[in-house]
């Protein structure tokens, strides 16, 4: 087993963790309050190589491989969830066309994912009715003389409102001839393009700083050449990228709760009671001490994830018990913060709050615990 870096790595992680404490962390309040992400943030992690970790230089990319996008998601996530999940999105959306695009799609969109060209990348396959069950989509996309028409809605989309680029995933045959999954093809849809509408942005929990919208097809063409991938073999390609995805979001949810540790270690020290700081009393000491462990307990699935798909092998099961793990682990280290930083852990003035508040999502986002658990349990049984 090798535990160290390397030097990519290291690189990777540095320029991530400078750039998160530098010019992220200082902004992360005044992004959850106004809910916005400053666009020079995601230039410049544009700039750093770090919306397109895992995508060949050919195309734009880093090439700095799956552990090196983990320890980056880490690092700005523990800055700013809402800035990482949109920089998880983007990487997710380069990734997935960088492997299933022709040369012509890669081409065309990689370089201006990972540039910052386009502030963000989309992945549209949830609709209102369709989250946990994606085979269950209704969005149709039928052919004409120039290509492909879509119609429908999808929910929940990251980036949503600005992305210049979304896969969209519709269904392609009737559920007759072909049912629940089998049917489902996969487009890349331009941002702006006629007949896409963007509504309004959701009211969220936590990750606030981040763009979820709901989009509606209405009558919105695309060119032949949008398809990704085969047609029919939609679904597969999502469920791949998910895999990939899990392991960006439990990387996010390991970055918050880092966040959360660090500042209860220094408020423990700091605050005192009963003529002393709070980090002499026991009670404390046994929350931090768990804390620490169960962060690095899903810090070693998560990685373990992360490599295993950087090694090319079978990993799906592995990033769903890292995810599972992680996000849960994630939430209670959150909740002991918040409950360390007593009535300051309930109001603004410090992130504890917003770290509980953000850190929620990651039980729910890229598949619930519940899907995660799905997984873990079929690939089990399956022997
Ligand atoms: N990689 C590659 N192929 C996969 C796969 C994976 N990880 N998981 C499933 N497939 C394939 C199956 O092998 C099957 O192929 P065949 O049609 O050739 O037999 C096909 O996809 C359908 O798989 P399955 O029958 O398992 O599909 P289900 O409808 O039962 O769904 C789950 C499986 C629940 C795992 C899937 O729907 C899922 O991941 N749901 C959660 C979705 C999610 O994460 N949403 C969040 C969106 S982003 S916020």
Known sequence: MQFELTDTQRH????????????IAPQAHAIDEHEGIPPQILKGLADLGLMA????????????????????????????????VTMAVTNMVGEVIARFGTTAQRERYCPHLASGEY??????????????????????ATRNDRGWVLNGSKQWITSGAFAGVMVVWARTAD??????????????????TPGLRIGRAEDK?????????????????????????????????????LDGGRIGIGSQALG?????LSESVTYAKDRRAFGGPIANFQAIQWKLADMKTELDAANLLVLRAAWLKEQNKLFSREASMAKLFASEAAWRICNEAVQIHGGYGYIREFAAERHL????????????????????ARSLLAG
């Open 119 to 140: 502030r963000a990348g989309a992945f549209a396959l949830s609709e209102s009715e369709a989250g946990s069950d994606p085979g269950s989509m209704r969005t149709m």
């Open 256 to 260: 918050i709760a880092r966040a959360a």
């Open 205 to 241: 929990m936590g990750i606030r700083g981040s763009n979820t919208a709901a989009l509606s097809f209405e009558d919105c063409e695309v060119p032949e050449d949008a398809l990704l991938g085969e047609l029919h073999g939609g679904f597969k390609i999502a469920m791949m990228a």
């Open 12 to 23: 990777i992680q540095r320029a991530a963790a400078d750039f998160s404490a530098r010019i």
């Open 53 to 84: 970790v895992n995508v060949p230089e050919a195309y734009g990319g880093s090439e700095a491989g799956v552990v090196a996008y983990s320890l980056a998601m880490q690092e700005v996530s523990a800055a700013c969830a809402s800035t990482a």
């Open 357 to 376: 508040r953000d850190v929620r999502v990651t039980q729910i986002y890229e598949g619930t615990s519940e899907i995660q658990r799905l997984v873990i």
């Open 175 to 192: 559920a007759q001839a072909r049912p629940g999954t089998r049917g489902i093809s996969c487009f890349l849809v331009e941002g702006g």
